[in-house]
Structures are given as C-alpha cells and as structure tokens.
C-alpha cells in the first residue's frame, strides 16, 4: 500500500502521535463513509480522510477521536 501524505496530514500526525503503519491498519480495517471528494475511514480510535487515485492512498487529514 503506497501512502502519499499531504503536509496538512503529515503535520496531524506529528501533533497527534500517529505513525504510517497505524494509518494503513485505519485504512484497511476501518469502517468507511462516503465524503465529497474521497473516504473518511474510521477504526477504534482513529479517523484518516484520504482519496484513492492509481493504487495510491491520498492521505488527506488525521485525527483522533475522543
């Protein structure tokens, strides 16, 4: 799974404490719901909105949820 994370994400994720590998196990395993352009894919305590194009994952933003 190639990930190409936006800077805006990137910068969540430093803040936030999430790493690549949890952003994949979110992808792979959450729960999806259809957003405007693209996913927002949900899985225990997380959230990472993102887009495919090409095989690739377009990671958008990350958060945790409360």
């Known amino acids: ?5 936006s ?5 969540m994720m430093t ?3 999430i790493d690549e590998e949890q952003i994949k196990k979110v992808v792979k395993r959450g729960s999806k ?8 894919a949900t899985y225990t ?6 887009k495919v194009r ?7 933003t990350v958060e945790v949820l409360d």
């Open 54 to 60: 090409e095989d690739k994952y377009i990671i958008k």
């Open 7 to 11: 800077k805006h994400a990137r910068d």
């Open 33 to 40: 719901t259809k957003q405007t352009d693209g996913l927002l």
């Open 15 to 17: 803040i936030r404490g």
């Open 1 to 5: 799974m190639e990930l190409i994370i």
């Open 45 to 50: 305590y997380m959230a990472v909105a993102y």
